[in-house]
């Protein structure tokens, strides 16, 4: 008894040592004779206790390098896992008859992981088993970053042996929704005024010009004012926002020219594209066209790349929980004839691009003011006949003023919906509730389009609609 002890004590030591929990604290498993009442499991690297009810005198492992064993009393035994795998362990009489035979797995310890995963992903349910000398998790997760996150965790333990059969839960496709919206106002004025006097001597023609018109001698009253000036006005009898009076006496003549000319402009643009995509998976959008543009070789030939223009759009979504990761780049351009570049018998316009590069993080439902600008460009110019131009009132005749002013305001607005596919009924296209006309419709009657017939499903009633109001596709 004294031996037994003084053994028990030392594997309690190894134990402690190699970092194994207490032998009292681990599996117990009794055998009966005659038979054992399941297998053995032993973690690796701890300590398993099996008791007989029959002493027994001799003990066998079959694989020693799978589970160590040493007799703690006649019918004690401790049983240590190495490495996973299984083996058997034999149980003899003193008689030399078999007692039983226990079948030992000894499996990778998960008690850790399980308490890692606790706390690095609370509130997650992940289940982890052993499954030969890897592991296998499962559960439902709430996101796909979650799954990443375990396996990563899970390979500190068990690298390159892990089984995935873990299952993400709720919708993991994302609807895009972008909205351009540019306002464009602009507003000129100009107020100018021209002063000529023409007239015939025995020298030849004698002419006073004021302002920025262009005199021309000899001419009749209508057309003594002619040409343009700084402004790219033209003045003649056919210019708008001109007035033009003449006085003639004799050989003399006086005529004064007026110009007053106020100009407005309104642009409104809006798009309005819309896109789903996989969570983690890039989605790209174009509503528009490509523009050729040559690029010289160095050989001296031409190449042609082609450059995208209208409306794009592409993004990455990646559903994080209850929120939407989104990495975004949205375009809208044009091409801009005022713009331009000229080599010989080759034109190239350039373009006019409002866009977007972004990472944003919002929720279901929820939108962000991803860009915003306004812009206020003003512009006033003054012209005049020195000295003649500062006199007051009759100044006016020899000054003239031009004013501009534009304003631009462009917001652009994303929203993000987690989205799930639908039956073909509840979605209905521009086109269903039109069909080409018959002849007799066509000829008879006028008509360039055709009612579509009555359709059945969620979208009946959008299809029903004419085209005064909502029209487009509908998502449910």
């Known amino acids: 008894m004294f031996r037994a002890e003084l053994l028990r004590a ?21 055998v009966v004779d005659g038979g054992v009442s399941s297998d053995l499991k032993v973690p690796m690297n701890r300590a398993v206790v099996v008791e007989s009810d029959r002493p027994f005198s001799e003990l066998s492992i079959a694989n020693p390098g799978i589970a160590d064993i040493s007799t703690l009393s006649e019918r004690s035994i401790y049983v240590l896992g190495k490495t996973p795998g299984r083996t058997t362990l034999t149980l003899l009489a003193p008689d030399g008859s078999l007692i039983t035979n226990v079948e030992v797995q000894v499996t990778p310890d998960v008690s850790e992981l399980k308490e890692r995963l606790r706390e690095v992903l609370p509130g997650e349910a992940i289940d982890v088993r052993p ?4 592991l296998v998790l499962s559960g439902t997760v709430s996101s796909a970053p979650v799954v990443d996150r375990a396996i990563d965790l899970a390979n500190r333990y068990a690298p390159d042996r892990i ?16 909205r351009f919206a540019e306002m464009n106002r602009s507003v000129r004025k100009s107020l100018s005024t021209s002063l000529a006097v023409n007239g015939v001597s025995s020298s030849g023609d004698l002419g006073v010009l004021g302002g920025n018109g262009t005199l021309i001698a000899n001419n009749n ?30 050989n003399m003549e006086f005529a004064i020219l007026l110009e007053a000319l106020e100009a407005k402009g309104f642009i409104r643009t809006l798009a309005e594209p819309n896109l789903s995509a996989l969570s983690g998976q890039e989605a790209t959008f174009l509503a528009g066209g490509e523009y050729p543009i040559p690029i010289s070789q160095g050989d001296g030939a031409i190449s042609v790349e082609f450059r995208q223009f209208g409306v794009l759009l592409s993004f990455t979504p990646r559903v994080i929980g209850k929120n939407i990761n989104l990495k975004l780049n949205a375009e809208v351009s044009g091409l801009d004839p005022t713009i331009s570049f000229s080599d010989n018998s080759i034109n190239v316009n350039g373009f006019r691009v409002r866009k977007a590069q972004t990472t944003v993080e919002l929720r279901d439902g929820e939108s962000f003011a991803i860009a915003g600008l306004l812009e206020d460009d ?7 006949v020195p000295f003649l131009g500062d006199i007051p ?17 462009l917001v652009v607005i994303v929203s993000a919906h987690l989205v799930s596919p639908t039956r073909g009924e509840a979605l209905t296209l521009p086109t269903d509730r039109v069909r ?9 009657l006028g008509k360039t389009a055709a ?20 029209y487009g596709y509908v998502m449910e």
Not at 21 to 27: E, R
Not at 163 to 178: P, R, Y
């Open 131 to 134: 499954a030969n000398d890897g």
């Open 393 to 409: 009132v009759l100044g006016s005749l020899f000054r003239s003023s031009n004013y501009q002013r534009a304003q631009s305001e």
């Open 10 to 30: 030392g594997l309690m030591a190894a134990a402690l040592f190699f970092g194994i929990s207490d032998a009292t604290s681990a599996q117990t498993l009794r």
């Open 436 to 444: 080409p006309p018959t002849e007799r419709e066509l000829f008879l």
């Open 378 to 384: 003003f512009q006033s110019a003054n012209n005049q």
């Open 163 to 178: 089984s995935n059969l873990m299952s993400v839960a709720g919708s993991q496709q994302v609807m895009l929704k972008v």
């Open 221 to 250: 009253l209508s057309n003594l004012f002619d040409g343009d000036d700084s402004t790219g006005i033209v003045r003649n009898n056919e210019s708008s926002g001109t007035f033009a009076i003449g006085i003639g006496a004799g």
């Open 451 to 470: 009612e579509a017939g009555p359709r059945s499903g969620a979208a009946a009633e959008v299809a029903r609609q004419d085209f005064n109001g909502s």
